[in-house]
T-cell receptor, first 115, second 112 residues
Framework: GAVVSQHPSRVICKSGTSVKIECRSLDFQATTMFWYRQFPKQSLMLMATSNEGSKATYEQGVEKDKFLINHASLTLSTLTVTSAHPEDSSFYIC???????????FGPGTRLTVT | QQQVKQSPQSLIVQKGGISIINCAYENTAFDYFPWYQQFPGKGPALLIAIRPDVSEKKEGRFTISFNKSAKQFSLHIMDSQPGDSATYFCAARTGGGNKLTFGTGTQLKVEL
């Protein structure tokens, strides 16, 4: 089956620093990748959609300068949280979609804690 | 119009019983309705999905019932097991953009 990995699984960073999260599709080419955040006991909220080789499309209310997304290849997308603050602490989850498919395959998530 | 309403928020079922989770939507442009299972600290995993031209789909113990006119769909888990204890999310896909809108989630607990 389609496998999506994320790295790191957990990260703790100090307030004001930046942290990068990687999302990889391991056995298929992902033409589109999505980034979500999920607060405890809440649903997934879409942050942005990224297509390989083009700029990401951000959802309303998501700061594109704070959450930098790069989708440089068909198997890798990165999310960089810049100048992180404690309120950015959350569970970040990526998903990947291959061309012509409806099914999004989700990564295992990255727990970000900003101290 | 983009919302997907999900109920109940939490559900306790006895082992062997049937778990039923309901979702409702307004946007008629939704064209694909998946259900996801999520365990604590993990990403969601696709359980089963349905297209609006089908009224029911069954895979093993999981069944989706879809009522297009009522704009409602539900997940039935037959013979519920303790290992099914997880959070379940319904979702709906917006055609064209491939974006998923998620329901609010149902925390299912299956007791022995």
């Amino acid at each position: 089956g389609a496998v999506v990995s994320q790295h790191p699984s957990r990260v703790i960073c100090k307030s004001g620093t930046s942290v990068k999260i990687e999302c990889r599709s391991l056995d298929f080419q992902a033409t589109t990748m999505f980034w979500y955040r999920q607060f405890p006991k809440q649903s997934l909220m879409l942050m942005a959609t990224s297509n390989e080789g083009s700029k990401a499309t951000y959802e309303q209310g998501v700061e594109k300068d704070k959450f930098l997304i790069n989708h440089a290849s068909l198997t890798l997308s990165t999310l960089t949280v810049t100048s992180a603050h404690p309120e950015d602490s959350s569970f970040y989850i990526c998903s990947a979609l291959t061309s012509g498919s409806y099914e999004q395959y989700f990564g295992p998530g990255t727990r970000l804690t900003v101290t | 119009q983009q919302q997907v309403k999900q109920s109940p928020q939490s559900l306790i079922v006895q082992k062997g019983g049937i778990s039923i989770i309901n979702c409702a939507y307004e946007n008629t442009a939704f064209d694909y309705f998946p259900w996801y299972q999520q365990f604590p600290g993990k990403g969601p995993a696709l359980l089963i999905a349905i297209r609006p031209d089908v009224s029911e789909k069954k895979e093993g113990r999981f069944t989706i019932s879809f009522n297009k006119s009522a704009k409602q769909f539900s997940l039935h888990i037959m013979d519920s097991q303790p290992g099914d204890s997880a959070t379940y999310f319904c979702a709906a896909r917006t055609g064209g953009g491939n974006k998923l809108t998620f329901g609010t989630g149902t925390q299912l607990k299956v007791e022995l």
